[in-house]
């Protein structure tokens, strides 16, 4: 039994770091498949595979980073075949916490304003809040939500977080579902989006919802751009609704040369690199899922196709 | 008696938190001074007082922040009389914690290229190494440059302290003295300055200083200016021996408008804002000091004159 290795991204990481791991493991590299009928297991991230139907004993797919959204429309996907996503503390989770930190921490201290300054050659002491008197909503508690907003709370942060179902967040104040959204986006004065784009999250943030941000409002997208209503945010940035954006991530990416954030004075515009998988450390948790469903048992993040994530 | 206020920056901040913790406190601003010899404790940054000897009571002078180097060169400074410098956790520790975190992160995650890449409409997939893997440097193990360095190792960072004796880094690496200075600077990619600026620290970061970081270094100072030679900066800029410089502090203040720090691409200037003193917070641990002195202690942090912090 075979395992395919269909990645668009790092391909030969991946390819070394499984086989230092286990060199007994065979594995094909899209597109040399071989015979359909000995992949066991499919590890990929934006897969050129056309058919996973054409697997018939494929037993698990594992998605090689946290965000499965691509995956699921399609259609080829054979229903009784478990859906893997990544969870990778120290690879993924990690530096995401990272480009949160650093992102929440530029906006609360002013990090724009003072890089015009230094472009205009001003000189003012810029003050700021204590972190305690600042408030920071984080957008989803799932696992990158929860470790930033914990880092965040252990800065002294008043952190605040959303999410579906009510959910403990130690050291700071749980908001869930739709009713108390309102509630918790007015008391974000910086909002950190750290939602899976799934059918309930599509267009979230639109004019009506960044109408309820406290007025300035920071906001950092590190999930999926298909959240946001780019022309909404656009109109919330030039009314002084939304102060800043920080946005990782696109609805179209890369972003288009012609697309008006490249150039706002009020947005921030990384390429989608808050969080790149990391073969070297995520290699043994895709094996030990293997492991998991050879003896039966059921990945711990195996996804609920419901949901979507 | 009575305490002298005399501080150039948020006078009526002081006044109120002051008042507001014991209404019977008499209060009196410079240059309301009244008659000198009720003068019991001096509150003071940058002082405008012409002699600290014309207050013949006096017990106590309180540095209202927490670099000491410019009061300490007053000749009028009676030497009976004990300095105490301003430790601050919430208001002052915190908020350099946070300039040092958002400041590291930001070169480790590339920021400065980020940035061009972004005034340039350029995508580009950045990798990064992993926080396990990238060594920081903290110069100076004081209570900054301490919760800084506990800050980074719990971040995962490979963090090494320099401090003039040796001290521990729990989860870190200690160097010590001058003899220790040149291997701590040899794994630093990251060096973040906290040095108090005394005899033995200015013009410490000279050419045969920066020769010894690793090529393409990131340096962070947010101590004094004046442990940095600015003409040798420049040069190991220019040379690409240091990669990119965040300064928050200068020789002089405000930084010239003629100042090539001001323009430099591999430069970004704050201004002096990584940690302003917050009256607020600082004011019981002020009157703490205050009482400790009446009840005849010493408080925690009376400066020592000898070593100029």
Redesign the interface.
Known sequence: MAILLDTD?EADAWRTALAGLDPTLEIRSWPEVGDPREIEFALVWRPRTPDFAAFPLLRGIFNLGAGVERLLKRRDLPESVPIIRLVDP??LT??M???V??QV??L??R?PE?EA??RE?R??????P???DRRVGILGQGVLGSDAAA?LI???FDVAGWSRRPKPLPGGRNFAGEAELPAFLARSEILVVLLPLTADTAGLHDARRFALLPRGAGIVNAARGGIIVDADLLAALDSGQIGHATLDVFHE???P?GHPF??HPQV??????AS?T?AE?AAPIVLAGIAALRAGRQPADTVDRKTGY
Do not use: F
């Open positions: 991204a120290v690879g990690g530096p916490t990272e480009y930190l650093w921490l530029r609360h201290r990090g003072l300054m230094q050659k000189w003012d002491e810029l003050t700021y204590l972190a305690r880092r252990a800065l002294d990416e890369p972003l040369a490249w150039t921030t515009v990384t390429p989608h690199v790149l990391h450390t």
